[in-house]
């Protein structure tokens, strides 16, 4: 529906692995944040990349890296995985303009599971 | 920061009109206000967005008072469809497009 996709669509990893996620922009857009959504609370934010630069950050340690490629695509890298990463993590594109709110779109989420 | 603040959950009846509303008492000057739908296990979907007085689309209206301090998100005549979580947005600051999700309103629509 939203031209933004995910993937893959569930993964399982063990504590103190590694695990790269993707996602697809939607055509047309330049920018790509990535949330964190722990079970029965709201997304939180990790990052956002406009034009393949990080362009802001939440409250997530470094081990939480991105890339976004000239396509607009973007990968979401976890390092040393930790039992609380397990959560569902979604991406969302936009076009960036001035406003912080301008309409982001959102993917349906990759869930993690870290064992 | 920029904060919100809405009802934890609602409980209405399919046919009827429902109001969530949402505090937000440090909004950027320049910010949007945007509301999200969001089912179990998916992604939150763009309900609608505005920045002053009222916006309706084909699915809901939003009416947002002079002062920008709260907003109320109305839904007519909801289904059981509609049985959702609903989050308001404010953004923080003008940098990083950090949208700032709150805890939401868990809808309940009945039969």
């Known amino acids: 529906e939203t031209g933004v996709t995910q993937s893959p669509t569930h993964l399982i990893k063990t504590r103190g692995q590694q695990v790269t996620l993707r996602c697809s922009s939607q055509s047309g857009h330049n920018t790509v944040s990535w949330y964190q959504q722990a079970l029965g609370q709201g997304p939180q934010f990790i990052f956002q990349y406009y034009r393949e630069e990080e362009n802001g950050r939440g409250n997530f340690p470094p081990r939480f890296s991105g890339l976004?490629?000239?396509?607009y695509s973007s990968e979401l890298n976890v390092n040393a995985l930790e039992l609380d990463d397990s959560a569902l993590y979604l991406c969302a594109s936009s076009l960036f303009?001035?406003?912080a709110t301008d309409t982001q779109y959102f993917g349906p989420g990759t869930r993690l599971t870290v064992l | 920061?920029?904060?919100t603040t809405q009802p934890?959950?609602?409980?209405?009846?399919?046919?009827?009109?429902?109001?969530?509303?949402?505090?937000?008492?440090?909004?950027?000057?320049?910010?949007?206000i945007t509301w999200y739908q969001q089912f179990p296990s998916q992604g939150p979907r763009f309900i609608i967005q505005g920045y002053k007085t009222k916006v309706t689309n084909e699915v809901a209206s939003l009416f947002i008072p002079a002062d920008r301090k709260s907003s109320t998100l109305s839904l007519p005549?909801?289904?059981?469809?509609?049985?959702?979580?609903?989050?308001?947005?404010?953004?923080e600051g003008n940098q990083g497009g950090k949208l700032i999700f709150g805890q939401g309103t868990e809808l309940s629509v009945k039969p």
Do not use: W
């Not at chain 2, 934890?8 to 505090?23: L, P, R, W």
């Not at chain 2, 509609?82 to 947005?89: G, I, K, N, P």
């Open chain 1, 68 to 71: 976004q490629f000239p396509n």
């Open chain 2, 77 to 91: 005549r909801v289904s059981l469809s509609d049985t959702a979580v609903y989050y308001c947005l404010v953004g």
């Open chain 2, 8 to 32: 934890i959950s609602m409980d209405s009846y399919e046919g009827q009109e429902v109001n969530i509303t949402c505090s937000h008492n440090n909004i950027a000057t320049n910010d949007y």
């Open chain 2, 1 to 3: 920061l920029a904060k």
């Open chain 1, 97 to 99: 303009y001035e406003r």
